[in-house]
Each structure stands twice: as C-alpha cells, then as structure tokens.
C-alpha cells in the first residue's frame, strides 16, 4: 500500500488507560497530544480523510484514555489524552499525566509526536512541559499550529515564526508547520512528516 493510503485505511483499534492495556509493543506509532481545545481530534480525522474517527466534542477534555488508531499491520497512530479545560479532579489529571508519561517513555514503537498548538495561542504552559519531555526522552516532535483559517496570512506567518524561533532555542529535534482542518490546509505537509516516521525514517 502507497504509504498517502495509509490514512484513509485507518480504523479504530483500541483505547487504553495504561501502558498495559495498550498494543503490542511493535511496529511504527505516531502519537497526537495538545491542550483540550487545540483542534486535535478534527486534525486527526482530517489527515485521515474520516470525518467520525476521533471524536470529537464541544466540551474539551473528553480524551481521557489513549485511543489507538489501525494504519495497516505494522502501522498506528494514537489520539493521547487532552489537557488545559478538562473539568475533572487533580487526582485524575494527575493519573492521566503519569499514564502519559509512562507511554512516551516506555513505547518503544513510538516514533514521533505531533504536538498541536492553537496559532492564535501558542506556546501554553503545557506545550513547553511536553517539548522538554520529548526533548528529554529524545523524541522528535512536529508541531501542528492549528486553527490557522481565524488569523489573517499575515498574523499566521508570524505566528509560525515566532513558533519556530521558540523551537531553534530549545534542545530537542523539532519542526512547525501552520494546519487548518476547517479550510483542510497543511495535510499534504502533515501526510510528509508522518510518511518520514512511519516507515521507520
């Protein structure tokens, strides 16, 4: 299979509340984090060009367990739990976050992370703790700035930039680009990055 087919193909697999009740640990996972309200799971269906694969919801939060995401055989992609609005209570955002941690550091199959961030507000307390994850665990990270459609191509192209300046005074292997799943921009950008870490580059 052409690997731009690959989305098109995917299929809920399984959702997990720890790193046991996950897959296998084999073949290639990509993994999409970001705040509650970052746009993740209609970035998501958008790349794959299925409007029903994560769900999506008007009160952010709802991701509480990591939901797993069938390519092929050998290939996934993994929806992580939201954070920032969640209206739940401490211990259990402090259970999501342990179990978070957990994941990135141990999946071994784990080969990047696509870290969404809102255009219009980028660079929230919890996009820097996860870039210094990432960085500390060695994992390469792509930002998706999101949202892109309600800024003007002026203030987006200083948003990216001002992201991209951020990324190159940071340790850790980063890239940036701008996304927008109402207009559907950025996919084939997005499809390029993941193509890279699913076939293992």
Known sequence: MKPDNYFRQAAFLTSAARLSQCPPD????V???GRSNAGKSSAI???CDHRG???TSKTPG?????NFFELDEQRRLVDLPGYGYAKVSVSIKKDWQGNLATYLDKRQCLRGL??????????????????DWSAHIGLPVHVLLTKADKLKKGPASASLQKVKSALKERDGEFSVQLF???KKTGIAEAHQKLNQWLEGG
Do not use: W
């Open 114 to 131: 696509i870290l969404m961030m809102d255009c219009r507000h980028p660079l929230k307390d919890f996009d820097l703790q996860m870039l």
């Open 31 to 33: 993994a999409f984090a």
């Open 180 to 182: 927008s799943s109402l």
């Open 53 to 55: 694969l994560a769900k």
């Open 62 to 66: 709802r991701t509480q367990l990591l």
């Open 45 to 47: 269906n958008v790349i």
């Open 26 to 29: 084999e073949g290639y996972e």
